[in-house]
């Protein structure tokens, strides 16, 4: 992918009033996925700066709620149908146990990069494997999910996670994403009871 797909969608989120140009990755997934819909109470981790947020509060609608978490505050005012948990979210567990259960576990988590790919890989995994444990605790019978991983040795431990999980496991990797980047997301639709 070139540059030149980069600075556009670097130039449309500035135009869109969007914070990180991320929110195009969600955009693309959730039209191929279908993921949200009025009035459901979705989970958002690693929201800041808080594009994926304002997205999905559109998206939900005033009837609907989105639960923002991250360790950084966001940098947008907070929509009235969204929540902020200000933390690590594997530390918060119990408070997002208590305000679900969710409709929809969306995970933008990455870990601040070292260079070193095998760390970088390994730390996003266990990211994932945080957003999954979340999923499967705080996730309603039939729920959707999408979590971000860097591709690596333990990418296929990952998939099989959601596989236990998940009716339907997809491989989604968004125009957005930046051609250097390993990132996928992985996708699970129809959480089993
Ligand atoms: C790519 S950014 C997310 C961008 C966001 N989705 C948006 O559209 O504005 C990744 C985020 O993951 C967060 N993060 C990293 N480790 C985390 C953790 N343990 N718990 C929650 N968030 C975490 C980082 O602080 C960072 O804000």
């Known amino acids: 992918m070139g540059s030149r797909r980069q600075d556009h969608f670097a130039r449309r989120a500035r135009q869109e009033n969007f914070p990180a140009r991320s929110v195009y990755k969600l955009e693309e997934i959730d039209r191929r996925l279908q993921l949200t819909r009025p009035g459901q109470h979705v989970l958002d981790l690693g929201a800041a700066p808080g594009s994926w947020t304002l997205y999905l509060c559109r998206a939900v609608g005033p009837h609907g709620l989105v639960l923002a978490v991250d360790p950084h505050d966001l940098h947008v005012p907070l929509p009235p149908n969204a929540r902020f948990l200000r933390g690590p979210a594997a530390d918060l567990a119990d408070e997002i146990a208590a305000a679900g259960p969710f409709d929809l576990v969306l ?85 089993k009871s």
């Open 107 to 191: 995970s933008d988590m990455a870990p601040a990069t070292t260079g070193d790919r095998a760390t970088d890989q390994f730390r996003s995994f266990e990211l994932f494997s945080t957003a999954a444990d979340l999923a499967a605790r705080s996730g309603r019978d039939g729920s959707s999910f999408a979590g971000k991983i860097f591709q690596g040795s333990s990418f296929e431990e990952a998939r099989a996670r959601l596989r236990d999980l998940f009716i339907d496991v997809r491989v989604v990797r968004p125009k957005a994403t930046r051609s250097e980047s390993y990132e996928v997301f992985l996708c699970g639709i129809g959480k």
